[in-house]
Nanobody
């Protein structure tokens, strides 16, 4: 049974930083690309970032490029999203997506929901203006 658990969401002021973590169990973590998505009520889930299985390549949406950094620790089955210079428009529920269904553990950017097999429950990020 695969479990995906996110943590780290919080209320922060504009310009602040947050570090989201995601721990995965029940699958061979370093076989798979991993992703971060976010969603606000009434809108589709948006792909924020993707990282290849080795961590050798990363991808970001234009809206977060230069402010967010994704990383992974395959020894600890952990994915991290470091978010800096946060803006009110970053407010959303953030989801960790495991089991990226890309050949060779690579990312096919842009990512969409159907590219991933396993999801966490989400962690809320709220940025106040």
């Amino acid at each position: 049974q695969v479990q995906v658990v996110e943590s780290g969401g919080d209320l922060v002021q504009t310009g602040g930083s947050l570090r989201l973590s995601c721990t995965v169990s029940g699958l061979t973590f370093d076989d798979w690309a991993m992703g971060w998505f976010r969603q606000v009520p009434g809108k589709e889930r948006e792909g924020v970032s993707c990282i290849t299985r080795t961590g050798g390549a990363t991808y970001y949406s234009d809206s977060v490029k230069g402010r967010f950094t994704v990383s992974r620790d395959n020894a600890k089955n952990t994915l991290v999203l470091q978010m800096n210079s946060l803006k009110p428009e970053d407010t959303a529920m953030y989801y960790c997506a495991a089991g990226g269904m890309f050949s060779g553990g690579y990312c096919a950017w842009p990512i969409v929901e159907r590219d991933f097999g396993y999801w966490g429950q989400g962690t809320q990020v709220t940025v106040s203006s």
